[in-house]
């Protein structure tokens, strides 16, 4: 069957996952803009076309052309608050000055697929086979989310932060992951992974190593803070939004925080559900490191993956489009093409029942009720413990231990392919 795959993948050219993310990237813009700039009823919920775009455009002064944190609010961290800017900006264009919030989803469209390019080129240039490049090329998370949110900027920091570790070049990939914690948090949570493989360097005497890990510690601070304290230093309310909103909000329909509550498994307040969520992951990414020290000592980065799987799982919040923070570092990093698949499947079914559940509330149909969000996070959930099980058990992906240095490797080399079981 893999052969099989691998010809049938080969026959189609070098270029076709290009091509094949480009019908995926226009099938993401078809989901979410057949509702236009208003929306009717429920249909936001009912057909799956929700996009925190629309919001945004009048209620975060977009389409006043004011700055974000400067002249507007903003719940996002800096990175991310430009680039809505930026998209602002491109949707008057597309608007011919007179632009409106279908005008502005088009735009974030046309900034995440160019994220979503970069990405699958990042992949090429180090390497990965043809089957992880289609299962980018080709994921269903682009198509739900492509046009959801802004979550490719920060993904696109944190796939070259993951690759520059893969070269060896631990202080660009420390950089790159403060940069991606500048757009959205979850880059950060590679930077300890990157500092324990300094502190913990084969060949190293103890002296270089910690002074490597001092270095690197430096790097993030100096990377993270020269885009966040120009903004803190002026506009520190706005600028501080975030990360009041993240601690003040109780969760979404779809965490397990949410659930236990709602079901009176285990009720909590705000502050409880924060510590105790805190808790939960740092016990648990403790147990990955261990776990899998043995196994990827020498590759710590590797480890990126189940420790944000596990983050998500434990998180208060579990936004649908968070899947696409965990979807390409799977393609790069997965070896069972089972639990994967289980995960996708866990996706569709949440997002369409956390959004039914929301068109239920106003009366509408298709609805859906507390216990199939509980069903559908149950299966991703299962998915997610899979993936975080396989990760620290099952050596790397051959391609990422491949000596060739990425330039020189062929961008279509098979690598070894994800495995069945």
Known sequence: ????????????????????????????????????????????????????????????????????????R?????????????????????????????DFLTAVWLGNTAFAYLILHLMRRAGVGRLRQYAWALAPPLVLYLAHNWDLLAGSLAIAAMLAARRGDDVRATALAALGGAAKLFPLLLLPLLGLGALCRRGGTLGSNVARAALLVLVALAAWGAVNLPVAATAFINWSEFYAFSNQRSGTAASVWELANTFNWYPTDIPARNRLALIAFFVGAIGIVLAGWRRHRRQLWVLFTPVLAWFLLTNKVWSPQFDLWLWPLLVLTGTRARPLALFLLGDLLAYFAEFWLFAGLEGAWPSASQVDVATAVAVRGVAVLWIIWAAVRDPAPAWISRVTPPRAAAPHSPGRPIQAG
């Open 1 to 72: 069957m893999r052969d099989t795959i691998d010809r049938w993948t080969a026959r189609l050219g070098d270029e076709a996952p290009y091509w094949a993310l480009a019908l995926t990237c226009l099938a993401g813009l078809a989901f979410k803009l057949h509702c236009g700039a208003y929306w009717l009823g429920a249909e936001q919920y009912t057909t799956g076309c929700y996009s925190d775009a629309v919001p945004f455009w009048g209620l975060r002064g977009v389409a006043a052309g004011q700055v974000p944190y400067f002249q507007a």
């Open 74 to 102: 903003m719940e996002y961290p800096v990175l991310t608050g430009a680039l809505i800017w930026v998209e602002g900006l491109v949707a008057r264009v597309l608007g011919l000055g007179r632009p409106d919030a279908a």
